[in-house]
Every structure is written in structure tokens, then in C-alpha cells.
């Protein structure tokens, strides 16, 4: 009989995983804690694939237990999700039993075409999304995913079945959930884009956190850092003639950064102008070190200034960061639920310009919100609070003395409406949700929360609303 491959997780890299290694031949059973109507669904719909789905089992050696008597566990692929030093997998991986991420199994697969991997806390996805419209916008095939849009395997499965064009590049978000887990990925090209303290109820600890994130840089071939992080730039000696870039003069870093800013507004490529930055339409200071880092990434691929420049006039940002979403009563709406953190979320706010009405909540996440609650305490004239972080939240806020109004609601719908009200009475020019939170607590994920936001304002509106861009119907 086969030996089995245990896939952990019923979500889109669980999916992608248990599809790549049928493919490989292998026998597959997904595992999943769930048990939703949903899930029944995709479960009915895997099987006809070949593919076994088990609902409602905790991850524990008893599931496994036949399978380890015969010796027929090949491997156990985990999802994002499932943490790697969960108990049960370390007692696994202590027996000695093949245990790795789903984005590791698609390195294996498809290691023969060169990886950008990118990585950091925030503006990870801004990069991925502009490296790849710069470099498709100059012929190219460089699709993205990983941690966002189209997992690992999925795109490993389309190359493997010759499913579109051959790629050139793989441009690949990578969290440190992704990189803990997938210890052989070392990527042509490495950007870390920022470091600050997050997802510690799952690391534990900042420096865990960051040794993470260090090692994925440590294996790449090319490295491009971002020397306006003082953490990444405190650890300089750990890295190899890496690629530095700057949003500041390059005289403030220690004349280290080929990429800067200078005082025109022009992006400098060591003393060469190659283009204004005001030609980037996307807000905020922080999209300039996004541009900056995508920048450095396509100049070495051989992407002429030009050329990157003409691919920047129809660039229109990420979904879900800092998204227009279109007008209600003269209010604009600003579907920011990819601010996922306070860093974020302060970036976010920062990019507004005149006072808003700010809807924040969700799942809390460690973290320090001094810059955050400063931030709106300057520029936010209402904040409405949903999910389970909303009290905690609303009273960080009050003890910060913010003078605006403060009230918490279940649900995004509630407080969508309460905005939109508060609004409208207070002549208050714009709305953004920026959450600040994760959105484990009410949604799968913040693309979920985002499009549900869309939906709301889509329907609220008795006026109509003019959406700057097609609401997902799904």
C-alpha cells in the first residue's frame, strides 16, 4: 500500500498542497478541525478529485497513530495557519517523520525557475503587486503569490500541467509564518521591506520574530534592504553586499543606500535621477520605500528607468490597502483592511489627508500602539469600534484622552452604518477602515473583511454609489 501525505488545513495552500501532491502520485488526506457546512462542500467536491477530506479532527498523534505503526506516513504538509511548534508536530518531527510547510513543497517543485521572495512586517504585498506590474508591463511572466493572492502550489501545479505561459520569475510574498516552516527556500533575489514587533502571540519573542525573517534574506542570492528600518540596519554585518535603499538622502544612512530620495522628489540610482516619485498615484510616505525597494528589484533584473516609469502611470495599488472604493454623499470610502496591525494602520491614517471617521477592530494583536493612538488622536474625528478587540481598543483610546466620539458595535455592518451616519451629520469628508486588528475573530481572512466592507457601502447607499473598482460578488 501507498504511504500517506497528511495535508493540515483546509484553506487555499491546504487545497493547493493536497492538489500538487496528487499530482505527485501520492495518496492524500486533508485534515481540517472544522467541520461547516462549507467545508462538507469542499469536501464532496475534493473527493471526486481523489482527494480525502477527514472534518472535525484536533491535531493529535491519534489521528496519525495507524499510519505511524505501519510506517506510512510519507510527510504532513501544514498550512500558514498551523503553528510549527505545535506539539504534536514537534513530537512528530522528533520521531522522525518529513514534516513542511505547503510553500517549502512547492520549492521543491519548482525550484529550476528563479524566486524574488519578499518579506517583512508591512508593505510586503505593495511590493509584490508593483515589482509584478513593472516587470509584466516590460514582458515579463512574473506571476506573484505565496502569503497573498494564489498560494505557492497552486502556481506550482500550473507549471508542472503547462497551464499558460512558462514564467520567467516567481514573485513570492513570504510571511514568517511561511519561512518557518520552509527552511530550504533560498530565492534569487530577497527583500525585506520593514521590521517592526507582530504576530508575537505566535513567535513568542521579537528576536524569534526576527531571526526568522533574517534567515530567508540570509539565503538569497541578491539582497535589497530597506536602510530606513533601524532594526534591519543594526544587523548590516549579517548580510552579503546587499542592495540598500533609502527614502532619505543617502548621507543619513551611512552613504550605504544605491537607492535614495533626494530633495527634488527625484529616485536617485546612486547619482543618476531616474525618475520622479510623484509619478507613483498611491498614497503615503510609506509607498515611496515600496516604490523604492521594487525599484532596486526590476533595475537588476535589467528593467530600463523608462521603462519602470512608463509602468507606473497605470499602476493602481493593492486591493484591500488603502483601496478607494468610490463616494457616498460626498464622503469618500477607503477599504484599508489590510492594515492588519497598528504600523499599518498608522501608515494608513497617515496617507489621509484632512480629518476622517476611522472604523478599527478585530482580533488584538501584540504590539505597540503608542504611533497609532497619536495618529488619531490628530486626524480622526470619530472612531467606531467592531469585534471582539473593540473595548480594549476603546479604552487605549480614552485613556489617551482622544476628544472625538468612541463606540463599539458587534459587527462591521453596525458600525459601517454608524459611520456613514456620524458622517453625514458632521460634514466629515472621508471614511476608512483600518482595522488595526487581524480578522480571524469574524472573517477568514482580511480580503474577506475587505469585501464585505465593499458590499456594505454598495448597499447602504440609497443615493447610489460610483465604485472606483468592480465589488466581488462572491
Known amino acids: 500500500m501507498k504511504s500517506k501525505i497528511f495535508v493540515i488545513g483546509l484553506g487555499k495552500s491546504g487545497i493547493g ?57 510519507k510527510s504532513i504538509i501544514i498550512s500558514p495557519g498551523i503553528p510549527w511548534d505545535h506539539p504534536t508536530l514537534t513530537k512528530l518531527r522528533k520521531s522522525g517523520i518529513d514534516i513542511q510547510g505547503e510553500i517549502n513543497m512547492a520549492w521543491q517543485a519548482i525550484k529550476e525557475i528563479p524566486w524574488i521572495g519578499i518579506t517583512g512586517t508591512n508593505g510586503k504585498t505593495t511590493v509584490t503587486y508593483l515589482l509584478n506590474h513593472i516587470l509584466e508591463s516590460n514582458s515579463y511572466v512574473a506571476p506573484m503569490g505565496g502569503n497573498m493572492g494564489i498560494p505557492a502550489s497552486q502556481l506550482a501545479l500550473a507549471l508542472r500541467k503547462k497551464e499558460g505561459e512558462r514564467p520567467d520569475i516567481f514573485i513570492m510574498e513570504i510571511s514568517s509564518y511561511q519561512i518557518e516552516s520552509s527552511p530550504e527556500i533560498n530565492p534569487f533575489i530577497g527583500i525585506w521591506t520593514n521590521f517592526t514587533p507582530d504576530h508575537l502571540e505566535r513567535h513568542k519573542t521579537i528576536e524569534k520574530y526576527k531571526s526568522i525573517k533574517k534567515s530567508l534574506i540570509e539565503r538569497s542570492g541578491v539582497q535589497i534592504l530597506n536602510a530606513d528600518d533601524p532594526e534591519i540596519l543594526n544587523i548590516r554585518e549579517s548580510f552579503n553586499n546587499p542592495i540598500w535603499v533609502s527614502s532619505k538622502d543617502s548621507s543619513h544612512k551611512n552613504n550605504i543606500a544605491k537607492y535614495w530620495i533626494n530633495n527634488k522628489g527625484f529616485l536617485i540610482e546612486g547619482g543618476e535621477e531616474l525618475f520622479e516619485t510623484s509619478i507613483l498615484r498611491i498614497p503615503g510616505e510609506h509607498n515611496i520605500q515600496n516604490l523604492l525597494l521594487a525599484t532596486a528589484a526590476a533595475r537588476y533584473l535589467g528593467i530600463s528607468a523608462k521603462g519602470i516609469k512608463k509602468s507606473l502611470r497605470n499602476f493602481d495599488g493593492v486591493p484591500h490597502r488603502l483601496e478607494e472604493i468610490g463616494e457616498v454623499n460626498d464622503i469618500r470610502i477607503i477599504n484599508d483592511s489590510k492594515a492588519t496591525n497598528f504600523e499599518a494602520a ?74 456613514l ?54
Open 17 to 73: 498542497a493536497a492538489r500538487l501532491s496528487k499530482n505527485n502520485g501520492d495518496n492524500v488526506t486533508i485534515i481540517e478541525e472544522a467541520k461547516s457546512n462549507k467545508y462538507k462542500i469542499l469536501k464532496e467536491s475534493l473527493l471526486h478529485e481523489g482527494i480525502y477530506v477527514e472534518l472535525g479532527q484536533e491535531l493529535n498523534e491519534r489521528t496519525f497513530e495507524p499510519w505511524i505503526t505501519q510506517g506510512r506516513i
Open 346 to 419: 498608522t501608515s494608513g491614517l497617515k496617507a489621509i489627508k484632512g480629518t476622517t471617521i476611522l472604523l478599527a477592530g478585530g482580533q488584538l494583536k501584540h504590539g505597540n500602539p503608542s504611533s497609532w493612538i497619536r495618529e488619531v488622536n490628530q486626524k480622526v474625528y470619530a472612531v467606531i469600534l467592531f469585534g471582539a478587540g473593540a473595548k480594549e481598543l476603546k479604552i487605549m483610546l480614552k485613556q489617551s484622552d482622544f476628544p472625538g466620539e468612541l463606540i463599539c458595535y458587534e459587527n462591521l455592518e453596525e458600525a459601517t452604518n454608524s459611520a
Open 421 to 474: 451616519q456620524i458622517a453625514k451629520i458632521h460634514k466629515i469628508k472621508s471614511i476608512i477602515l483600518s482595522p488595526a486588528c487581524s480578522s480571524f475573530d469574524q472573517y477568514e481572512n482580511f480580503e474577506d473583511r475587505g469585501d464585505h466592507f465593499k458590499k456594505l457601502i454598495f448597499n447602504i447607499s440609497s443615493e447610489g454609489i460610483m465604485p472606483n473598482s468592480e465589488i466581488d460578488s462572491k
